[in-house]
């Protein structure tokens, strides 16, 4: 089976790409987060969609893409993500450790409580 390639320039070639090129199906919402990077403060962000394998959110501090990202949610311990891509003040970022399925629709439906 030839296997098809797909190239994802941009944050908006990323953000409208077909379910079949994402790890996971995505949660549209908008959320205050906090994130941190090593030797950093916490800051806040702006959560914008979210899956069990990742999300993405705006942050008004530049992030360095080299060094994992960690974010706390509502109602949960701190979780780890590594920086795919970002695009200004976007970041695309991928958890290291999934979310179940079941975590992830309990953990948005806290967030939309807070919209």
């Known amino acids: 089976m030839d296997e098809i390639m797909i190239s994802l320039n941009s944050a908006d070639d990323r953000y409208n ?13 908008e959320a205050e987060i906090f994130v941190r990077q090593l030797n950093s403060q916490l ?13 993405k959110m705006t942050s008004y501090t530049d ?3 080299n060094k994992p990202v960690y974010i706390r949610l509502p109602g949960m311990q701190t979780l ?4 795919r891509w970002n ?6 970022c991928a958890f290291n450790n999934q979310l179940h399925p079941a ?3 309990h ?3 806290k967030l939309r409580a807070f919209e």
Do not use: K, W
């Open 80 to 83: 780890s993500a590594t920086i």
């Open 107 to 109: 953990l948005v439906s």
């Open 17 to 29: 790409a077909p379910q079949e090129y994402r790890g996971a199906a995505r949660e549209i919402i």
């Open 87 to 92: 695009d200004y003040q976007e970041y695309g």
């Open 43 to 55: 800051f806040r962000a702006t959560l914008s969609d979210i899956s069990t394998s990742g999300f």
């Open 103 to 105: 975590v992830l629709e």
């Open 63 to 65: 992030l360095d893409q």
